[in-house]
């Protein structure tokens, strides 16, 4: 079969019209006074006698650090490119909201007061309590990668996703799993998390309710943690076609350990947390491979996920130039599409800006509205119909600790 993008585009979404920025030509480092400045590419700055002031907020360290941190430097990248080539000179506040949410929203409500405009979170419980810090004095904010797609409705006028939503994965796994396995899953989900909750609900609906499967079991890690989930495989392991996993990055590990002693070779699909260095290598209780037992790992296979981009072998031209332009500027490529993510919605800002002619918060909200065809490397984004955009997902194999598109 041939290698396959899923052209799954968010129901609930919004379709929004801009102008597409030319080239990958964008602006400045963190100033100083930044939480974190010290993975930011050198720029030269340029010369304009008043600049932007963009809050970018992620998690830099924390347990979603392997996502937050990569969004970060793809923003960081944007502005700085932009600051080399334009005369218009936008400046980053990149702070770290250390994956708490009570410290998202502190540094959201400095942080909103400080700028014109605020982009981040690849999380959707930060980002429910922290973005309507700035929405609320009216300053617009775009979303890197949180993915509840009613976050704008819930956080205020002014917040747009530079990502799909949760329904949008939700389902092209349903449909990947039905297509491909079969119509019964097991499904593991995390109640305690907004983007765990909604991508399992978005889940269950596709897949009940239109492609005709059903859930043979369900375990919430809310109840059953990762680590002691194996037993309760054993009774449906024979029933289920697939597992459908909706957990956060620092589950993964601990769910595919207990998952694999029970189940070896059962497909396992999940979300867009799965595209994190975490997935590529499952660990064992082998002790002969190591003193000490969950350290030792064996590559991971049989796994499949959705993502917002595929920057691989045969990836888009601009996929591919923004692989190289952050792998200069980082000196390792991106991890994971949460960097492009942070890259694309960095320029959405600034083409935003551009636009409205001047720092006035609703004239750079009304620019983002009026966005249509913005080209960017996660792909298409337009908000002519909402907030949140229509985009493609992306399912992505992982064989032998490699990963490849899903065929």
């Not at 019964?184 to 109640?191: E, G, H, K, N, W």
Request: aromatic residues 8%; charged residues 15%; hydrophobic residues 45%.
């Amino acid at each position: 079969m041939q290698a396959q993008m899923y052209a799954v585009r968010s129901s609930v979404a919004t379709i929004i019209r801009a102008s597409a920025i030319t080239g990958a030509c964008l602006a400045a480092a963190c100033t100083p006074n930044a939480t974190n400045t010290q993975n930011t590419p050198n720029a030269t700055p340029a010369l304009a006698s008043t600049p932007t002031h963009i809050a970018v907020l992620a998690a830099e360290t924390g347990p979603m650090s392997p996502i937050g941190l990569s969004a970060m430097r793809g923003a960081q990248l944007a502005i700085t490119e932009h600051n080399h080539t334009s005369t218009l000179r936008f400046d980053a506040e990149c702070i770290d909201t250390q994956s708490s949410s009570p410290r998202a929203t502190e540094i959201a409500r400095a942080a909103a007061a400080r700028n014109t405009i605020g982009i981040g979170f690849t999380d959707s419980d930060p980002a429910l309590v922290a973005i309507p810090e700035f929405t609320r004095i009216g300053k617009p904010f775009v979303v890197i990668g949180a993915t509840d797609p009613k976050l704008p409705g819930r956080c205020g006028a002014g917040t747009f996703l530079a990502c799909f939503g949760d329904d949008a994965q939700a389902i092209a796994a349903a449909d990947f799993g039905a297509a491909h396995f079969g119509k019964r899953a097991l499904v593991i989900f995390d109640s305690r998390h907004e983007y765990t909750r909604t991508v399992a609900s978005f889940f269950r609906s596709r897949f009940g309710n239109e492609v005709g499967g059903s859930a043979v079991a369900e375990f919430d890690l809310s109840f059953t943690p990762a680590p002691a989930i194996a037993p309760h495989l054993v009774a449906p392991a024979n029933q289920a076609d697939f597992i459908f996993v909706a957990c956060m990055p620092e589950d993964i590990a601990a769910v595919l350990k207990s998952v694999r002693s029970a189940l070896p070779t059962t497909p396992i699909i999940g979300g867009d947390s799965f595209d994190c260095d975490a997935v590529l290598r499952t660990p064992t209780a082998n002790s002969q491979a190591s003193a000490n037992a969950d350290s030792a790992t064996a590559p991971t296979n049989h796994v499949w996920f959705t993502t917002h981009a595929w920057l691989g072998t045969g990836a888009s031209p601009a996929a591919l130039a923004f692989v190289d332009a952050y792998s200069a500027a980082y000196g390792t490529r991106p991890p994971n599409a949460f960097a492009a993510l942070g890259y694309d919605a960095a320029r959405l800002a600034i083409d935003a800006r551009t636009r409205a002619g001047s720092d006035d918060p609703k004239a750079i909200a009304a620019a983002l509205a009026a966005t249509t065809d913005f080209h960017g490397v996660t792909g298409t984004i337009s908000y002519a119909n909402g907030p949140v955009p229509k985009k493609d997902v992306w399912m992505v194999s992982v064989t032998n600790g490699t990963l490849q598109l899903a065929r």
